[in-house]
């Protein structure tokens, strides 16, 4: 009988071919702008650089996602969630 192991990383990020779900996008969107110049371009220059341009793209965006340093812009949510009502008045305001 096969055995399946649980999935017990459910709280990572979704992650296609080593990049999050924004850089992947991006990288779709350069695939596909590169595909729309190869066939409206007659050159076999040009048909040979979009895929070298391409590959050079996709290892850009796999370090920078390794090393994190592309913009993000803070939390969305807080630290700490909570219903209590915060006082008028605090320690640091006596």
């Known amino acids: 009988m096969k055995k399946y192991e649980v999935y017990k990383n459910i709280r990572k990020r979704a992650v296609l071919f080593g990049l999050p779900l924004s850089l992947f996008a991006l990288m779709m969107c350069s695939i596909l702008c590169s ?5 409206f371009s007659f050159s076999l220059l ?3 650089s979009i895929p070298f341009c391409n590959a050079v793209l996709y290892v850009v965006l ?9 913009p993000i812009f ?3 949510f807080p ?10 008045i605090t320690y640091s305001t006596l």
Request: proline share 7%; aromatic share 4%.
């Open 35 to 39: 595909l729309m110049i190869i066939i």
């Open 46 to 48: 040009m048909v040979i």
């Open 62 to 70: 796999l370090n920078l996602e390794r090393i994190k340093s592309y």
């Open 74 to 76: 803070g939390s969305q």
């Open 79 to 88: 630290k700490q969630l909570s219903n209590k009502p915060k006082p008028l």
